[in-house]
């Protein structure tokens, strides 16, 4: 990392407020309970440093993507329970992250209190990057730290907007850590250099494709991402996800990684079923084949084979977006694979980099999290910083 950014352990937080951006988007069960909790117990570190010194804290996140203003399902409320329970200390919510009560909240703090802000992402403004809406933020804290790592690639309001408001700026530990650990991988990655790329934000993620062909040696797509590149190839998807916009994209990327020499390796079968549910009747389709009314939820077993061998043969391996729909137990098995593969080439001396909120929470949940070289809790953040690019909430923090 650029080391004219000061970092949060060089800073004495005694007896100031500092407004941290943190990354809680966090996946919530349909209790609307955080099911994996790795990007809020990444953040305490920061918290409780600024704490200790004798500061306060005010945290804002987003959460999800809402599009229409507030929603109780992408409430922040949802994460203070463990919130609460990690950090061992009571935490004081603002129902809103700008006005009249936040401000009230944020000024009333003492020295050792932490107050939470709602979802960032209620307001259209924090993602427009709005200077008003930045400073009305800004207006809460005397000291600005962000760490939150996985939301760096976004040129948001609360990520790189908010920084020109501050004389004192700083990174948190967990941003500075992330960088590190990617850049140990981006300077010198050993060969045969395998990016798999799956998951559901596919306009975002197939952009960031295009640039890591000058670095990778193979290319494995699968997830909700492969069927764009089905129907781009001439496949039927059935009502898989896809991005119609993106198939001419999909054929010249393909183009594009023939002439560098770069193989992209692409599902052979998918496991299809007639809903997004769990319990809806399923079958299984090779991939380009899928029938009407049928949607794509997770790879296949010749896939799962394919996909195994090529990782294994890896020495450097990064992995962001499940090949499946993991959350429901129908869809897990090609998401399984894929880490099993993983940790079986790590062990055998490759370099494993996942990243992702929901990769992460999946590595997890299978029990794969130590059997890894590296769990970040960035996806698209960390795909961007291996690409070479300077991350915008890295570059706000530039003095
Ligand atoms: N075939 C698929 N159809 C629909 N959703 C999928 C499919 N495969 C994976 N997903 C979903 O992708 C989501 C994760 O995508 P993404 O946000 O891009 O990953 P990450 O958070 O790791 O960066 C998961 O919720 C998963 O259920
Ligand atoms: O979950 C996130 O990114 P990721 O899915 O790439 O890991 C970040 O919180 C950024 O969210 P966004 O992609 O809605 O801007």
Redesign the pocket.
Known sequence: MNNRIKSVENLDFKGKKALVRV?F?VPLDEHQNVSDDT?ISAAIPTIEKILSDGGSVILMS?L??PKDGPIDKYSLRHVVTSLQKLLGKSVKFAPDCIGEEAKNLAAGLKPGEVLLLENL?FYKEE?KGDEEFSKKLASLGDVYVND?F??A??A?ASTAVIAQFFSTKASGFLLKSELENADKVLENPEKPYTAIMG?A?IS??ILIIERLLGKVDNLIIGGGMSYTFSKAKGGTIGDSLCEEDKLDFVLELMKKAEQKGVKIILPLDTVISKSFANDAEQGLSKAGEIPDGWMGLDIGPETRKLFADVIKSSKTILW??PMGVFEMSSFVHGTVAVAEAIAEATEGGAFSLI??????AAVNKFGFGDKVSYVS???????EHMEGKVLPGVAALMP
């Open positions: 990354d988007n990007r987003h999800g993507r992402r993602e939150a996985g939301t690639h976004r948001h998951g934000k975002d993620k962001n977006g990243g992702g909120g929901d990769s992460a809790t960035g996806g698209g953040a960390l795909l």
